[in-house]
């Protein structure tokens, strides 16, 4: 028999190690002297040890290890347990090679702009939401404040005067100067009802939503869209829908510099 320390030294596993596996049932001493309480091992169990590690070393936590250790565990359900092992450690590799891909992103920006910008850009996942919406060619992106009154107006007919998710959208391809293609819509419950210019329908969700918030006046929005499509492009994504505005806070005034909005684009990995 062995003391603890020596059984330590031969497995090369530390001491504290070996107690937690005795109190977690991985690894029982073949006697434990009632008088000290010293742990007495043998070679013979440097198998079932080195089975522990091996099974550590491939990711799984010492309460999934306790269960592949058991012997009723058959073939298939280790072979299970192994599969789902590889499916997690693919997940991981391939976020963090996505993390990998955005820190040099980031550094890639600081280089370009020599300084560090105001704006962050996270990834996210929009749901679906019901909203009234009208939609229409606008002389210019300034106009679309008309069709939000047009909707409270109707909304308020209905007893409805508090407008939490006030949202542009822009269906154009790119940048116009006139005849813009825009789109008001407010979240609304599906019991509202809509008219002849107002439609009243579930919007689409997206799995990845780029988004980036900026702070100010609209006439700052240029500079927000920028630093968020050459984020984008930067980051390999690529854009897959119409983007939106979300008016966090907002108004008719151009320059107001309380505002808050959230620029979305629903994306894609290339």
């Known amino acids: 028999m062995l003391k603890i320390g020596d059984f330590s030294k031969l497995s090369q596993v530390s001491i504290k190690a070996l107690r937690l596996y005795d109190e977690m049932g991985l690894l029982k001493p073949i006697s434990v002297d009632r008088f000290t309480g010293y742990r007495f091992y043998s070679a013979n169990q440097l198998p079932r040890l080195n089975r522990i590690l091996a099974f550590k070393d491939l990711g799984f936590s010492l309460e999934q290890i306790a269960r592949l250790l058991q012997e009723e565990i058959s073939i298939e359900q280790m072979r299970g347990m192994l599969r789902l092992k590889q499916a997690d450690l693919q997940q991981h590799i391939e976020q963090e090679q ?21 704006y962050e850009v996270v990834i996210k996942k929009i749901e679906p939401i019901t909203v009234a919406s009208i939609r229409e060619v606008l002389p ?40 813009v293609d825009g789109e008001a819509v407010v979240a609304v419950t599906p ?78 990995k290339i």
């Open 98 to 118: 996505s993390r990998l891909v955005r820190v040099a992103a980031k550094l890639k920006q600081i280089e370009r702009e020599h300084v560090m910008s105001d």
């Open 140 to 179: 210019d992106y300034y106009a679309i404040a008309k069709l939000f009154q047009e909707i409270y107006q109707c909304l308020a007919q209905q007893g409805i005067t508090k407008f939490e998710y006030n949202t542009g959208i822009w269906h154009d391809y790119g940048y116009k100067d006139s005849d």
């Open 191 to 268: 019991s509202v009802k809509g008219n002849d210019r107002i439609k009243i329908y579930e919007l689409q969700g997206y799995e990845a939503v780029a988004c980036l918030v900026h702070h100010g006046g609209y006439s700052g929005l240029s500079t927000a869209y920028q630093h968020l499509l050459t984020w984008i492009e930067d980051n390999g994504y690529r854009c897959i829908g119409a983007n939106r505005e979300f008016y966090i806070q907002g108004g008719s005034d151009y320059d107001e510099e309380s505002y808050i909005t959230e620029i979305q684009f629903p994306v894609e």
